[in-house]
């Protein structure tokens, strides 16, 4: 008789792929490194803002169309990616990867050496910045005035991006909204009541140009990267180019 020993997959961010296998009497574990691309950094960020986490199946979901063939594009690689779309127009795309499930997210939760590993690395940073932007913010006009805002209940996620904000010397302010704390509403005919914290990033109009260089440039998010062309159209104006 043979028995079925217990398996588990372990994902290590880095710049190369590669697979080890480590056998003792009662387990088995994999070990993968996944190359950490630009596209998968824009996955990963997109992810952590619009999209679900389970063992076996990342999700991302939103409305905006061209940013759904972008994400096809990226997951297509990592393995069989499933296509829903609700009458409202709420698209989901479902990818079935063990291997990029844990590497985002396991069960102690959002992996914080995968986050070191992107922002340890300039380009991959700003992909995942622009795609939790394209996820989580707002690129708005207001007529002559942009709003750049950034929300989310995540405080390490929002540090991370903190921290790159002001390595790139782009100006910002912090506001916490604890008015819809406990607050009770409803969503798809159920009772929900608030719970979490919503913080807003704010960018002035002082570093929208630092901005729009190191992050709105690489959004992806057809509305939002629209406003962006336009304050970059603007500021070729300004500066008489």
């Given amino acids: 008789l043979t028995s079925r020993r217990h398996f588990t997959n372990i994902s290590i ?84 990867s063990v291997k990029i499930a844990n590497l985002i997210k396991d069960e102690n939760g959002i992996r914080q050496d995968t986050l070191d590993y992107i922002f340890d690395d300039e380009e991959l940073a700003k992909k995942f910045v622009a795609a939790f932007w394209d996820a989580e913010g707002t690129v708005r006009a207001q007529g002559n005035y942009y709003h750049i805002y950034l929300y989310n209940s995540n405080v390490l996620l929002l540090d991370k991006v903190k921290e790159f904000l002001a390595s790139k010397n782009i100006l910002f302010s912090t506001l916490i909204n604890n008015h819809d704390l406990n607050r009770a509403y409803f969503l798809k005919g159920r009772r929900v009541i608030s719970r979490k914290l919503v913080h807003r990033i704010s ?34 104006r300004r500066d008489g180019k």
């Fill in 13 to 96: 961010p880095g710049n190369f792929d590669a697979e080890l296998v480590l056998q003792d009497v009662k387990a088995a574990k994999k070990f993968s490194v996944i190359n950490i691309t630009p596209e998968l950094a824009y996955i990963i960020g997109f992810t952590l803002g619009d999209g679900s986490i389970q063992k076996y199946m990342v999700e991302v979901f939103n409305r905006d169309r061209k940013l759904r063939e972008h994400l096809l594009k990226f997951m297509q690689p990592y393995g069989s990616v499933t296509e829903t779309e609700r009458e409202d127009g709420l698209w989901k795309l479902g990818l079935s």
């Fill in 203 to 236: 960018v002035p109009k002082s570093s929208r140009d630092l901005w729009i260089k190191e992050i709105g440039r690489h959004m992806l998010h057809s509305k939002k990267s629209a406003v962006v062309d336009e304050m970059s159209k603007n500021l070729l």
